[in-house]
């Protein structure tokens, strides 16, 4: 978010015009970016700026989803149909306003590899393997309605429901986001900032191809900046919605007494029904991973490769065990369920999650440095070691104290209630209660 803000910007702000003897050729015609916005271009100058605009998006957020229950669930429910509207006239109107377009022979046949060639990997294999960390960085996410299945009636079939059509979603829209734009690109170097015509954008392809659409029809990309406020909007309600699943995590965790501090993150708040604590708790964790930004953005790159990584292992452990005969033998098949569909998913899903593993681990630039280096792999490896020291600590590690998921349907031992006291008794306000108002309120939409 904080990027496409900074890009926002410098388009309104104007780029660095070239010096007058670059503006014209040798025939003394103007070149194209001779019009280019004059101004001075404004970009964050260092990462404490950016680092501010990552604070107050982050801060909004937070105060969103510290309202009550009906409101967080109402602005939701606003950030999907911003999503599906703006999405659908983006996909309409770019192509439509576009003059210049790319024909269909580059968009489906074409194959680009002189980019990647000057960044040292020549193997078009290679290319394009690394091409898939953006769509499955993308297919991340849709694991929300499970997150809050217990704020939803009928949970039991919307929340897979929920995750099901998310899915489909997420693969017809994204394709026809992506082909709508690139017949909009006939010179992808300058759309990536890569090539002899200077990009006003600054290398973002998305704003850039907005811009060129307007000033082909126009003469003025004006109207590129205010289309971006729709990716603006659609990622800020997308931020929105995390905090909220998350938190909801946190809380589902903390109820396990899976995580330190569980006996705070675990208190329910009446007034907004829901887990402000733990809102705020994910809140301040998510900035304190943005501080190595501050230092060093190989680091903060580390943590978003980091982040993706252990969410498809994550999604995919439960996957992998039910294909495995230790899993198979105490599978119970719940209302909604795969049938003899699940062994040839579960069998892809674990593949596939193995191969991008792989490949979100490989360097994207040779020779490898310092600067370039992927540092995915060593991170995934070291948050593997730290969560083993941290369940095998001797006397004080996770398998003295941590006993596995706590039901909450039946009858159950004040002793086994997460956030009880040293009597066995449960600290009002620990625990959540079932709420009417809140079930009634909460479904999950597609």
């Not at 579960?346 to 792989?358: D, H």
Request: proline share 6%.
């Amino acid at each position: 978010m904080a990027y496409i803000i900074s890009t926002i910007a410098l388009l309104a702000t104007g780029t660095a015009t070239p010096p007058a003897d670059e503006q014209v050729d040798e025939n003394g015609d103007l070149l194209d970016y001779a019009d280019m916005p004059a101004g001075p271009g404004w970009v964050p100058k260092s990462g404490k700026v950016f680092f501010g605009i990552y604070t107050a998006c982050l801060f909004t957020t937070a105060v969103i989803n510290s309202l009550r229950f009906e409101h967080v669930g109402f602005i939701t429910e606003i950030g999907a149909w911003w999503t599906i509207i703006g999405v659908t006239i983006v996909i309409i109107a770019i192509p439509c306003i576009t003059v210049e377009h790319a024909t269909t022979e580059w968009v489906f046949r074409k194959f680009e590899g002189e980019l990647a060639s000057s960044w040292g990997i020549p193997n078009a294999f290679y290319t394009f393997i690394l091409g898939l960390l953006l769509p499955a960085y993308s297919f991340t996410g849709y694991d929300g309605p499970a997150h809050m299945s217990e704020e939803s009636t009928n949970a039991s079939m919307a929340a897979p429901w929920g995750i099901l059509l998310g899915v489909v979603f997420m693969i017809f829209v994204g394709w026809a986001w992506v082909l709508s734009l690139l017949f909009c690109v006939t010179d992808y170097l300058q759309v990536l900032g890569e090539g002899d015509v200077p990009s006003e954008a600054g290398g973002d392809a998305v704003a850039q191809i907005f811009w060129n659409a307007f000033k082909q029809r126009t003469g003025s990309g004006t109207g590129g900046i205010i289309m971006l406020m729709i990716p603006l909007g659609g990622i800020y309600f997308c931020a929105h919605s995390t905090l909220t699943y998350v938190s909801r995590i946190l809380f589902a965790y903390s109820r396990d007494k899976a995580v330190p501090l569980a006996w705070l993150w675990i208190k329910y708040n009446k007034t907004v029904k829901g887990p402000l604590i733990a809102v705020w708790g994910t809140a301040f964790a998510a900035w304190l991973l943005g501080l190595p930004m501050l230092g060093s953005e190989q680091a903060f790159t580390a943590i978003i490769s980091l982040s993706t990584i252990a969410l498809n292992i994550a999604y995919v452990v439960p996957t992998t065990l039910r294909i495995m005969p230790w899993g198979a033998a105490r599978f119970k098949p719940g209302p909604f369920h795969l049938g003899w569909w699940a062994y040839p998913i579960g069998v892809l899903a674990t593949g596939w999650v193995i191969f991008i593993v792989v490949v979100f681990s490989l360097p994207t630039e040779y020779p490898t440095n310092s600067q370039n280096l992927n540092y995915a792999g060593v991170t995934l490896l070291a948050t593997f070691a730290l969560s083993l020291i941290w369940y095998y600590f001797p006397f004080y590690g996770a398998y003295k104290w941590f006993k596995g998921p706590v039901s909450t349907m039946g009858d159950f031992s004040d002793d086994d209630a997460p956030g009880s006291n040293s009597n066995g008794s449960v600290a009002e306000g620990d625990l959540a209660k079932p709420d009417p108002a809140a079930a009634d309120a909460a479904t999950v939409r597609v």
